[in-house]
Every structure is written in C-alpha cells, then in structure tokens.
C-alpha cells in the first residue's frame, strides 16, 4: 500500500496523454488519491467511475479539466451577477480601469466586490487614516478614499513610476488628490520614511504589493497601526499554493512566512479567507490589532 501511495504521489497529470500511463494495476486504487492531486471536482466525477483502464484515467483527467474551466466562467458569471446588482456603474472607478488598460498595467487590481468590501471595512471602522502599499493604478486607492471623511487621509505606496502617474490621473479624475498621497519608491524604503517622519497610527493598512515582501510589510504595518486598527493582506491564497510547503515560488513562501508571524503575535488575531471569482481563486487574511505597540 504505501508503494502504491508512494507511486501516485511522484504523478504530475499534467495532459491526457499522462494519464494514459497510469498502469492499469493501480487505477482503481489511486482515483481517489489522482483525484485529490488534481484537486478538481472530485464529487462530480467519482460518480462516472466504471473502468480500471488507462482510458478511464484520460476520461477523469478531461472532466477534471473541463469541470476547472467552467468553474472560472462560473466564478466570474456570479461575480458579474452580484456587481451588476450590489454595485452601480461608477463612472471615476470605471475610467480608472480604462486608464489602467489604455497605459498597458496589468488587470490585477482587486475585484469590484473586493474593492466595494474594503470601502465598507473602512466605514464599518470609521476609518480616517489609510495605508495601501502597492497602487497599480489606484483602483483601490479609490474605493478605500471614498470611505474617508473629507478630512481624511489616504497614502498609497507604489514602486513603478508609470504606475504612480496613472494612479495620480485616476484618483485626481475621482477627486480625490486633496485626501490621497501616491509615494513613489519601494515600500520598504517609503515604510521607514513614513516612521521618520511620525506618520501613524493608521486605521487601515492594505497590503497589496510584491508577495515575497509580505512578511517586511506585516511588521511594518504593525509599528504604524494601533489596537483597532485592520491589516488586510491580499492574494494570500495563490490558487491553493498556500498550502503546499514544499511550493518554491517566493510569494507562497512570502505568505507562509507572513502567517507564521501572525500565529506568533500576541497583539492581532487574524483570518483567512478563501476567494473565487473573476480573478480565479485566491483570498485574503484580515488581522484585527488587538493591543497598542
Ligand atoms: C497587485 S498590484 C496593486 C493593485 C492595487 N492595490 C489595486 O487593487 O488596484 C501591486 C502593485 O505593487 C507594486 N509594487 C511591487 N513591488 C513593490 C515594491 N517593492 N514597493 C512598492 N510597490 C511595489 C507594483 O508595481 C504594482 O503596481
């Protein structure tokens, strides 16, 4: 049993072709286990089981494929559904996303739902100041401004000079350039400046920026908040990679860093949340300071 466990663990199903070469003595032993390492639908297509072959390995590897496409496009028809209903047309946030477009950025701002979510974290708090470390284009600059007061204050953190212009057009077209500071520079160094130059307590800090540097960010964040005060840390799920110790990528292992910190800290109590919709599958860890630094 434990060669047969041992066999399916070194699989990759990585085309239909692969799955051709499980050897038809372990089929029926390893679907569960082949399902599991697809981590795909298993429900759905366990149902289907009625061969040991080869071809009925290809069969489960094709469900499990076309089953993950139509996931997304169903993430993303639910997403539209409830932005359609949940939250109207707005014509700064809309022209930011063209601008962002139009100036080739990349479309990895948060969601419409996500950016609609932290704008309501912020007045469910009565949020005066903010922290975002990494603009893009300001997308949820925007959002996070518009909870402020009038009186508020709002400094985005960005590294990329291009991003940090478009961001500035986009929030000054949203009438926010009175409230809002783009910093340009790399956080780490805008983070100490910001220290320096007695900047804090914020009521919010949003974390968005380059992965590896999430748990630098995490402690940063924690000398610049208050107990009270949110740390929201975004993509921390990186579709399922999280939780695979053994996945080299920097930003899995910037966030596995970032929740040893946090299982460690006395002063937040945090958690995670799983996301789906028509950014794939990611999520995101929400701390609650809980005593002053
Ligand atoms: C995911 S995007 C931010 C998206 C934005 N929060 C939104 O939802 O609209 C990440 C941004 O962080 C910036 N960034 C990456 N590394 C950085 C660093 N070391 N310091 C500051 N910004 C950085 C990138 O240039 C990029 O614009």
Known sequence: M????????????????????????????????VLAVQGAFARGVVADYRSRSGKFCVRIFKKCEGAETMGKEQWAAVDRYFAGMLIPPDPALDAALQANAAAGLPPIDVAPNQGKLLHLLARMLGARTIL??????????IWLARALPPDGRLITLEVDPKHAEVARANIARAGLSEIVEVRLGKALDSLSQLVAEGHGPFDIVFIDADKPN????????????????????????????????????????????????????????????????????????????????
């Not at 975002?132 to 600059?141: C, N, R, V």
């Not at 579709?239 to 002063?267: C, K």
């Open 214 to 293: 999430n748990p630098e960010y995490f402690k940063w964040a924690l000398q610049l908040t208050r107990r009270g005060s949110l740390i929201i840390v975004d993509n921390v799920v990186r579709s399922g990679a999280v939780a695979d110790d053994a996945n080299p990528d920097p930003g899995v292992q910037g966030v596995r860093r970032l929740n040893e910190l946090l299982a460690a800290e006395p002063r937040v109590s945090a958690t995670a949340i799983q996301t789906v919709g028509v950014k794939g599958y990611d999520g995101f860890i929400i701390a609650l300071v809980t005593d002053d630094q």
């Open 2 to 33: 434990m060669k047969v466990f041992l066999i399916c663990r070194g699989m990759r199903l990585k085309h239909p072709e692969d799955a051709r070469r499980v050897p038809p003595v372990f089929s029926h032993l390893c679907v569960s286990f």
């Open 132 to 141: 975002e470390i990494g603009t893009l284009g300001g997308y949820s600059t």
